[in-house]
């Protein structure tokens, strides 16, 4: 479903003599390591280590990594621009070769333009003829550049919207190519539009509406839950791109002024027993927004994001509920 091309990559191995690098694939494409490594050796000279832990992100390159190797490939993601790392990575992107123009076809009339246009990161490529297919369709197209944690002009990660956001006044719906809800779900959330989701999984064009309600009342009991929280534990993630230790240092000064108890803790992989012995009532992430949010029935104790404990304070309506986002302010 997804094409890999080294052939940039392999030129970079190159060009800067590097001998041992690293490979960081994700979960979906691990089965294909070995032909990615084996690639790279040969067209490169350079040796290559497979890392074997689940790589999320582009935010989630082991900074112990470098201690071993003289460069890192990241499959998969694009860099985020704002994350600078101590040796030489590059981000080689997984391109989905699934055709979308019968959904893109069936998606118009769901859609009111102008209409903003997103991807997902492995699903980029996809921008450029699904914005041909509607211009050719007679609508008007928007497309929004995001903060420094995005390299794409209407790239969207699971922890930032901004390229929506920055043209949330000047469409009145989006289409967004992707898998899965999470991402279309955070951007209707800030921004209040409609979106309808491209997903190549899928036959027919999606909306979110029922799945919204579904995640709000899931959210919504947590929240209540954790109103009964005295002490709280929040969590900075170790991973480089989820440090947000200024952020976890206002929360955990929220907290003390509303009288309730808070300390800090780092975590790199969330695993619901290492929380359970720490022994909190309830704990905050300021880590992956997507960890609090996907991962709701591993956790016996209330898990919130940091907007989720703004209500459970009383300091945000519960109206005004939205996903979390990493902006550079926070780190
Ligand atoms: S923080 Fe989460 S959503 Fe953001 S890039 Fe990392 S893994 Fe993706």
């Given at each position: 479903?997804y094409?890999v091309?080294?052939?940039?990559?392999?030129?970079?191995?190159k060009?800067?003599?590097?001998?041992?690098?690293?490979?960081?694939?994700?979960?979906g494409?691990?089965?294909?390591?070995?032909q990615?490594a084996?690639?790279i050796?040969?067209?490169?000279?350079a040796?290559?280590v497979?890392?074997?832990?689940?790589?999320?992100?582009?935010?989630?390159?082991p900074?112990?990594?470098?201690?071993?190797?003289?460069?890192?490939?990241n499959?998969?993601?694009?860099?985020?621009?704002?994350i600078?790392?101590?040796?030489?990575?590059?981000?080689v992107?997984a391109?989905?070769?699934?055709?979308?123009?019968?959904?893109?076809?069936k998606?118009v009339?769901?859609?009111?333009e102008?209409?903003?246009?997103?991807?997902?990161?492995?699903?980029?490529?996809?921008?450029?003829?699904?914005?041909?297919?509607?211009?050719?369709?007679?609508?008007?197209?928007?497309l929004?550049?995001?903060d420094?944690?995005?390299?794409?002009?209407?790239?969207?990660?699971?922890?930032?919207?901004?390229?929506?956001?920055s043209?949330?006044?000047?469409?009145?719906?989006?289409?967004?190519?992707?898998?899965?809800?999470?991402?279309?779900?955070?951007?209707?959330?800030?921004?209040?539009?409609?979106?309808?989701?491209l997903?190549?999984?899928?036959e027919?064009?999606q909306?979110?509406?029922q799945?919204?309600?579904?995640?709000?009342?899931?959210?919504?009991?947590?929240?209540?839950?954790?109103?009964?929280a005295?002490?709280?534990?929040?969590?900075?993630?170790?991973?480089?791109?989820?440090?947000?230790l200024?952020?976890?240092?206002?929360?955990?000064?929220l907290?003390?002024?509303?009288?309730?108890?808070?300390?800090?803790?780092?975590?790199?992989k969330f695993?619901?027993?290492?929380?359970?012995?720490?022994?909190?009532?309830?704990?905050v992430?300021?880590?992956?927004?997507?960890?609090?949010?996907?991962?709701v029935?591993?956790?016996?104790?209330?898990l919130?994001t940091?907007?989720?404990?703004?209500?459970?304070?009383?300091?945000?309506?519960?109206?005004?509920y939205?996903?979390d986002?990493?902006?550079?302010?926070?780190?």
């Open positions: 479903m094409d091309d080294l052939a940039s990559a392999i030129s970079e191995i060009r800067l003599k590097v001998r041992v690098v690293a490979l960081q694939v994700p979960e494409l691990k089965r294909r390591a070995y990615y084996e690639d050796e040969n067209k490169s000279g040796e290559v497979v890392v074997a832990e689940p790589c999320f992100g582009a935010c989630d390159v900074s112990s990594l470098f201690d071993l190797v003289d460069a890192v490939i499959v998969g993601h694009s860099s985020i621009p704002s600078k790392f101590a040796k030489p990575v590059i981000f992107s391109r989905s070769n699934v055709p979308l123009i019968d959904q893109l076809k998606s009339d769901m859609l009111t102008p209409v903003g246009v997103l991807a997902t990161t492995p699903h980029l490529m996809d921008l450029e003829p699904v914005i041909e297919g509607l211009e050719s369709l007679g609508l008007k197209i928007k929004g550049e995001g420094t944690r995005i390299s794409h002009a209407g790239e969207v990660l699971g922890c930032n919207y901004t390229s929506a956001m043209i949330g006044n000047d469409v009145n719906s989006y289409i967004l190519i992707g898998s899965g809800t999470f991402h279309a779900l955070g951007v209707h959330l800030a921004t209040g539009k409609k979106v309808v989701v997903d190549p999984n899928l027919e064009p909306e979110i509406d799945i919204k309600d579904r995640m709000l009342r899931q959210r919504h009991a947590v929240i209540e839950k954790a109103q009964r005295r002490t709280f534990g929040i969590v900075i993630g170790e991973k480089i791109g989820q440090r947000r200024r952020r976890a240092r206002e929360l955990r000064k907290l003390r002024w509303k009288k309730r108890d808070a300390v800090l803790i780092m975590m790199d695993d619901p027993d290492k929380l359970k012995s720490l022994g909190f009532d309830a704990y992430s300021t880590a992956c927004p997507r960890i609090a949010i996907d991962d029935a591993m956790y016996d104790k209330p919130l940091p907007q989720e404990l703004e209500i459970v304070l009383g300091v945000r309506e519960w109206g005004n939205v996903f986002q990493m902006t550079d302010d926070e780190f």
